[in-house]
């Protein structure tokens, strides 16, 4: 068998400086390229190591622990233990998250051996080696779509530490919503500076009426039939549009609002409730926009369950 050692010593060059790199990515750390050239040689030059009399060094577990171990100081440098196990850990996953995604590819779209052949096989003839041009295109797209993943399950987490258990009280009836919180809403009454939530159909349900999301706020103040029961926990609040233009939106003046978020369970009660009639989230993992202030004027009341 004929072994190209420069052509495979360059193709893991290749591999090798991916590899960190999407490591240095997932663990948001900034490297400096020479850090990265250099550890990337380094971590190539084991190819050449396997053909010397050194090899059952890098064939030990801790020969490989060792040397790995030396490519990610090299690489991400050493400034405490926490932090340096952490980036040798994430260098192995990296590496067995490709390598097993290219050969679980390989499998899904070649494989057609029987089982039944296993009973003859030999160490020399198991299996089909890679092809080149499998694995040239199809690392490059594992690496893409590892680093999509990774970035969106980080997105994912920061979302979902935005969200929080709402509950309201107006009128004898109780809302619950999970609301989002929004640092850009920095809508307030223009009167008495009160902030402004708001909460969509959707988790209002049947409990409130519908000519809330259906009707003017204008011409809801001036229903007389509303008024009677809802009249006192209505309010108008005025905005500007995208466009410029003067809106407005109709508000419940609730007599309290709880939210449970980060192990707080807070009180709030100068607060308006925004009716919106459409949906705040197109994946609807919230029906609510909480303001920013909430969480500082809010009255810690425990903790949350």
Wanted: proline share 4%; with cysteine.
């Amino acid at each position: 068998m004929t072994v190209y050692l420069d052509v495979v010593w360059l193709l893991n060059v290749l591999i090798d400086f991916m590899i960190l790199q999407l490591t240095a990515l997932i663990l948001k750390r900034s490297v400096a390229v020479w850090r990265l050239v250099i550890g990337t040689l380094f971590a190539s030059l084991i190819i050449l190591l396997l053909f010397t009399p050194l090899s059952p060094l890098f064939y030990h577990p801790v020969g490989k622990s060792v040397y790995s171990a030396i490519i990610v100081f090299i690489v991400f440098g050493y400034r405490r233990f926490g932090l340096f196990v952490q980036s040798f850990f994430m260098f192995y996953f990296v590496t067995f998250a490709i390598g097993g995604g290219l050969y679980g590819l390989r499998f899904f779209l070649f494989s057609n051996q029987s089982y039944a052949n296993w009973l003859h096989f030999s160490t020399y003839s198991f299996g089909d080696p890679f092809s080149w041009l499998f694995i040239i295109c199809g690392f490059p797209i594992l690496w893409w779509f590892s680093k999509k993943r990774m970035d969106h399950a980080v997105i994912r987490k920061f979302d979902q530490s935005q969200l929080a258990d709402v509950e309201i009280t107006v009128n004898d009836v109780t809302l619950t919503a999970k609301g989002m919180i929004d640092t850009g809403n920095r809508l307030y009454h223009p009167v008495h500076q009160t902030p402004v939530m708001f909460v969509s159909h959707e988790a209002c349900g049947d409990s409130l009426p519908e000519s809330f999301f259906q009707t003017s706020p204008l011409e809801i103040m001036e229903h007389t039939e509303l008024a009677k029961t809802w009249g006192k926990y209505l309010t108008i609040v005025p905005y500007r549009g995208v466009d410029g233009g003067q809106n407005f939106v109709l508000a419940l003046k609730p007599e309290r609002v709880m939210i449970d978020m980060d192990g707080r369970h807070l009180k709030v009660k100068k607060v308006l409730v925004g009716l919106s009639g459409h949906d705040l989230a197109g994946d609807h993992e919230f029906n609510c926009i909480l303001h920013p202030d909430l969480l500082q004027t809010g009255k810690n009341v425990g903790t949350a369950s």
